[in-house]
Nanobody, 125 residues
Framework: QVQLAESGGGLVQAGGSLKLSCTAS????????MGWFRQAPGKEREFVAG????????YYADSVKGRFTISRDNAKNTLYLQMNSLKPNDTAVYYC??????????????????WGQGTQVTVSS
């Protein structure tokens, strides 16, 4: 059974940091590209960051470049998102997702096969 479990969300003040984790099980993690998406209230889910299977190729949405860092530990089947200099408009439910095709550069939800349940991140001003 495929599972993606996010953790690390919470409430933080603007300018603060959080680190999200996503633990994967039920599939061969190292064979999948991985990504983070987020959905703010009343908005569509959007791509945040992605990482190819090789761990070296990274993609970021323009809105988070220079502030967020995606990484993965294939030995631990875990994906991370380090979020620094958080802003109120980063408030959203953050989801991790797995892509068998690895077409992460498309930044499209359709490129991802499996999804987690999400973790809430709230940034206060």
């Amino acid at each position: 059974q495929v599972q993606l479990a996010e953790s690390g969300g919470g409430l933080v003040q603007a300018g603060g940091s959080l680190k999200l984790s996503c633990t994967a099980s039920g599939f061969i993690f190292s064979n999948y590209g991985m990504g983070w998406f987020r959905q703010a209230p009343g908005k569509e889910r959007e791509f945040v960051a992605g990482i190819r299977q090789n761990t070296f190729t990274l993609y970021y949405a323009d809105s988070v470049k220079g502030r967020f860092t995606i990484s993965r530990d294939n030995a631990k089947n875990t994906l991370y998102l380090q979020m620094n200099s958080l802003k109120p408009n980063d408030t959203a439910v953050y989801y991790c997702a797995a892509s068998r095709s690895g077409r992460i550069w498309t930044q499209q939800e359709s490129a991802f096969n499996f999804w987690g349940q999400g973790t809430q991140v709230t940034v206060s001003s």
